[in-house]
């Protein structure tokens, strides 16, 4: 346990970091930063679900200094709020006592323009390189920190060194498929007890992070002892992130262990869900779900919570069965069912067909540590490496079964899995009406339908009486099918598109990815061909918009609209509903464009509405049709990388210039009357054409 006058001496040397600073944006959607150890402290919290977490920490341990933001954003400079004021404290407070300080800014242009004006010398980079501990500050985003540049960034942080820095956890993870644990620039971190987090903060009014006093429990080694107080909600929010942070070796956890040694495991579910004031239970949660992934698969037992969620396989004896995986990248499917604590034995034919693959169990990806309360235990899927012909695992909650391999295999592969249960499972081309019949009454209380290109994976509650999954295969193809005929991509895809239900999802009512996740509201719907031809699925169409978008041409604040092209789209060709049949006529559009051009337009205002500025994406469609869109999506996808565009400013404009020649009309005075930022040399490519402009916007 940390002593008192450890952490008073920790209090009093914070230096006051926020002086002048009031506001800062929501750039982008940020993760979380922790303070795991002696010397860090937080500087800005921004709220989450049950309480506040680091947006900005700090540590002065060991003579360094460290200051890292939540999001790489903030080390642009962004106009609004009072980010550059805040970036000025801390590089000044980092400077303080380096009597030839320098800034050694690696990539990070924004920052290097502070030299100037701090009457600092600066170096601009595009590598690490040599550093000296006692006059450099290093401007660096963690995320382009490599395992190369680890030993040589802990030595120069060993020495007193000081490293500016930024890192969205979240956004590490999904790129890498990895837990934010394994990020190279945690090690260095660790140095001065920091890390990165793998949550998201909120906005505390109008897009904006208010800056508020930070207090010991939003350290995460000081928040311990709120545990049993009235801030045992917000400090157990505070102390899983950290945990989450850290490596289940890190003193954090052992420290943790060592005073909480006994404690029973607990029972969570839909029916009897967990808050937040709760907050040792939860922290509980976190060290026995670390505990049981580390055993032997005969020494696993199954979690109290398994029986409530995701459930068991009641009924029937677990058995072997055998499968044919026929090269699909990603999860394939079994149609097999783990119940929780029983070892499940998957048997390739041989050693070489066994290598590269992944057993998983549980369809439920996401983790929901951060939200209050929890409905579910926070984190009930497993993966473990195929290290053989045979591999036996256990999962403390049980689920589906799948075999992962990030590419796909060049031939079938055979495999033997003994100690399951047979699942509601019907693949399209595959499975016949009869075998359905028979199967959808299987034990296994989750049930897929997989077609060529999507898989739904439902509770079985949900199959137990559909006659045609057939046609839900389907629908759900075409759906894929019509999202790549409009990006561009071919019907065949190397990894299969997945909707999962689930009783609480990680974020918001619907999210995209792999797998995309839906609450279990809609689990019905999903297979129910009629409602969908008639009315469609906003939600469920606009996630798997998500998963066709590109960056080239979705520029900042158009996270959201862009994505809705797919939505529009899949409900123009599928349920015969053009975007003029969905509220965005000429009409309506227009009086969206004169309410805003009556109300202090600007780009910030265009982009802060999602669905406003798809009114503008809407015009260009009415006039024009699909086939420019389709055109211009091609033409980005077979860009070489020198020309695609970098900056957002080059966003804007490519899409301007080549919207326009895809049309044969000079849209620049269109994007005008959106407040689009358009550079003078973009206008001018297009100014040859004829002038466009919607009928009541000139």
């Not at 499940?344 to 067909?353: D, G, K, Y």
């Not at 249960?421 to 299987?442: L, Y």
Request: glycine share 8%.
């Amino acid at each position: 346990m940390l002593s008192l006058a450890l952490v008073l001496l920790t209090q009093t040397a914070t230096p006051n970091l926020t002086e002048g600073v009031q506001r800062l944006p929501l750039t982008g959607t940020p993760g979380t930063v922790a303070c795991v150890g002696p010397g860090s402290f937080p500087v800005v919290t921004a709220r989450v679900d049950g309480g506040r977490l680091p947006l900005l920490a700090a540590s002065n341990a060991g003579g360094a200094k460290v200051a890292i933001f939540a999001h790489g954003g903030y080390l642009g400079l962004p106009d609004n709020g009072d980010t550059r004021r805040l970036v000025r404290n801390l590089v000044q407070w980092m400077a303080s006592g380096r009597p030839q300080a320098r800034l050694v800014c690696i990539r990070q242009d924004a920052v290097a323009g502070l030299a100037q004006s701090l009457a600092l010398p600066v170096e601009k980079r595009n590598q690490l390189g040599t550093l000296d501990p006692r006059r450099d500050i290093l401007v660096l985003d963690a995320h382009a920190v490599s395992e190369a540049d680890v030993p040589a960034l802990k030595a120069f942080l060993k020495a007193g060194g000081a490293w500016l820095t930024a890192s969205t956890g979240w956004g590490w993870e999904q790129i890498n498929r990895k837990t934010v644990i394994h990020m190279p620039a945690q090690a260095a971190l660790a140095e001065v007890g920091l890390a990165i987090g793998p949550s998201t903060i909120d906005a505390d009014q109008n897009g904006m992070v208010v800056v508020q006093p930070s207090l010991p429990l939003h350290a995460a080694y000081q928040a311990w002892d709120e545990l049993n107080g009235e801030q045992a909600g917000p400090a157990s929010v505070v102390l899983l992130d950290g945990l989450r942070s850290v490596r289940p070796d890190h003193p954090l956890v052992k420290e943790l262990r060592r005073r909480d040694q006994t404690a029973p495991a607990l029972r969570i579910g839909p029916d009897a869900k967990l808050p937040a004031r709760q907050g040792l239970d939860r922290v509980r949660a976190h060290l026995h779900n670390e505990s049981w992934r580390g055993l032997p698969a005969d020494q696993v037992q199954a979690h109290p919570s398994a029986s409530l969620y995701p459930g068991q396989a009641t009924g029937a004896a677990p058995a072997s069965a055998t499968r044919t995986l026929q090269g699909q990248a990603g999860w394939n499917s079994t149609g097999l069912y783990a119940n929780a604590g029983v070892p499940i034995t998957v048997q390739f034919a041989s050693a070489a067909a066994a290598q590269g693959w992944r057993i998983r169990i549980g369809s439920h990806s996401d983790q929901v540590w951060h939200h209050n309360p929890w409905s579910r235990f926070p984190q009930i899927d497993a993966e473990w490496r195929v290290t053989g012909e045979r591999t036996t695992v256990a999962s403390a909650f049980g689920g589906l079964i799948y075999l992962v391999r990030d590419q796909a295999p060049t031939s079938a592969v055979r495999v033997t899995i003994r100690g399951a249960h047979e699942a509601p499972h019907f693949k399209r081309g595959v499975t016949t009406a009869n075998e359905w019949k028979q199967n959808r009454a299987a034990p296994g209380p989750w049930a897929e339908i997989e077609g060529d290109r999507v898989i739904v994976t439902v509770p079985s509650s949900s199959v137990r009486n559909l006659e045609n999954p057939e046609a839900v295969a389907k629908l759900w193809d075409e759906v894929a099918d019509h999202c790549a005929d409009l990006v561009g991509w071919a019907h065949p895809r190397a990894r299969k598109e997945r909707f999962v239900a689930d009783t609480q999802i990680s974020a918001g009512y619907m999210h995209a990815g792999y797998p995309i996740m839906t609450h279990l509201d809609v689990a019905d719907m999903v297979v129910n061909v009629a409602a969908l031809m008639k009315d469609g699925s906003w939600g469920h169409y606009h996630e798997i918009g998500h998963n066709h978008q590109d960056d080239m041409w979705t520029f900042e604040g158009t996270g959201e609209v862009t994505v809705n092209l797919f939505t529009l789209y899949v409900y123009d060709k599928l349920n015969k509903a053009r975007p003029a049949d969905r509220a965005f006529d000429d009409a309506s559009n227009l009086k969206r464009w004169k309410e805003f051009k009556a109300n202090n337009p600007s780009h910030d205002k265009w982009k802060g509405d999602a669905f406003l500025a798809l009114v503008m994406y809407a015009q260009m469609q009415n006039a024009f049709g699909w086939e420019p869109y389709k055109k211009v999506f091609r033409e980005y996808d077979a860009l070489p990388q020198n020309e695609r565009p970098r900056s957002q400013q080059d966003r804007r404009d490519q899409w301007m210039i080549r919207m326009s020649r895809a049309v044969g009309r000079n849209l620049g005075p269109f994007f005008e009357a959106w407040h689009m930022p358009i550079t003078p040399e973009a206008k001018a490519q297009v100014a040859n054409l004829p002038r466009w402009m919607p009928n009541g916007m000139d």
